[in-house]
């Protein structure tokens, strides 16, 4: 039923992509102004919605900086209930500034994160506020108002951007056109042992954007954190019941049935935010799993909203890392950027 509705918006799509195309043209012929940073401006995003493992990028670029730079994050802080520009501090709550900028906020003691829907503002005030020297502008590939000074585009293995179309007939938020605008290209959530002739073909679909391409894969932690500290490989001695309020939970799914775990699974939409009646029919649903062994889970991005209203959750976190021991060059591209961008 929602493909054919899909189909139904077709000319939707057609209108979305001129008006798209429109408002790219006016910028790259310099009608539409951007704001131009004196300090680099690394930008990770996409062309479609969701799920293409932008976080876990923004971690990974935080772990190569922190130690040699001021980092700071500024992301549009989408799901909180606020408006205008927030720097992130201990009193905040998803609420205040999203579930994914309250993540960085508490993993990273050194990083300052802060959330503007106004990318100019965001990056402005937290440059007078702090020291920071790099800033990583969270999801804002499509935010042309601020010119970046390097762009990480994502696309996801099983969903490659070539192979979409624009919303609402597909996921596209701008033409397939928009990639000549990176600097690289990320292929995320591949498989571990991708094989040669996949990623070939990966390559071939997009050679003619002319860009560096990597291939990403997703990496779980050993062990649960939060309100349980369990061995993953321990798991499959427990009964789990997973709560996900994420785009695409499918990798989380099978990671857990690769190590033989027992899953019950309740799904809500992206940055959900749970009512209380949610609350209650979740810890209702855990409470009446009959097992000597269970634990709540939930992911990382969701533990942030949830932990505060549910005191037995606990999460599994995940890492970005690069296949082919191709880290190491993604890695030495930043770096080199960086050195030549400082002023």
């Keep these: 039923m929602m493909k054919i509705l899909r189909y139904l918006l077709f000319p939707f799509a057609i209108l979305y992509d001129v008006i ?59 799901g909180r209930k606020t408006k205008g520009y927030f720097l992130a501090n201990n009193t905040h709550t998803s609420k205040d500034i999203g579930d994914e900028p309250l993540q960085y906020f508490n993993k990273f003691d050194t990083v300052n994160v802060a959330v503007a829907e106004k990318r100019v503002l965001g990056i402005s005030n937290i440059l007078r506020n702090t020291s920071s020297e790099i800033v990583l502008l969270d999801d804002a590939y499509q935010h042309r108002n601020v010119k970046g000074s390097f762009y990480v585009l994502l696309t996801k293995y099983n969903d490659l951007f070539v192979n979409d179309f624009l919303l609402p007939t597909g996921n596209l938020r701008e033409s397939k056109k928009g990639a000549q605008r ?26 003619k954007y002319n860009k560096k391409i990597f291939f990403t894969t997703i990496s779980y932690d050993e062990t649960t954190s939060g309100s349980e500290q369990i061995y993953v490989n321990d798991l499959k001695n427990y009964t789990v019941l997973l709560v996900t309020g994420i785009a ?96």
Excluded at 43 to 48: E, K, Y
Excluded at 183 to 203: E, F, G, M, W, Y
Excluded at 287 to 316: C, G, P
């Design 20 to 78: 798209t195309r429109i408002r790219n043209l006016c910028f790259d012929a310099g009608f539409f102004k951007q704001k131009v940073f004196k300090i680099p401006i690394i930008v990770v995003g996409n062309l479609s919605v969701g799920g293409t493992g932008k976080t876990p990028q923004i971690e990974y670029l935080v772990r190569l900086l922190k130690g040699t730079y001021k980092v700071a994050i500024v992301s549009r802080g989408y």
């Design 182 to 207: 990176t600097d690289v290209i990320v292929v995320t959530k591949c498989p571990k042992n991708l094989k040669d002739r996949s990623k070939k073909a990966i390559q071939y679909k997009l050679k």
């Design 248 to 343: 695409n939970p499918s990798p989380m799914l099978s990671f857990l049935e690769e190590k033989e775990v027992r899953v019950r699974h309740l799904k809500f939409p992206d940055h959900h935010a749970f009512s209380i009646k949610e609350i209650q029919t979740i810890t209702t649903k855990y409470h009446k799993l009959k097992a000597s062994k269970k634990i709540l889970l939930t992911t990382e991005k969701d533990y942030v909203r949830l932990s505060t209203q549910i005191d037995n959750i606990s999460f599994l976190g995940i890492k970005t890392s690069f296949l082919d021991n191709k880290g190491k060059e993604f890695d030495e591209l930043i770096m080199r950027h960086i050195q030549q961008n400082q002023r």
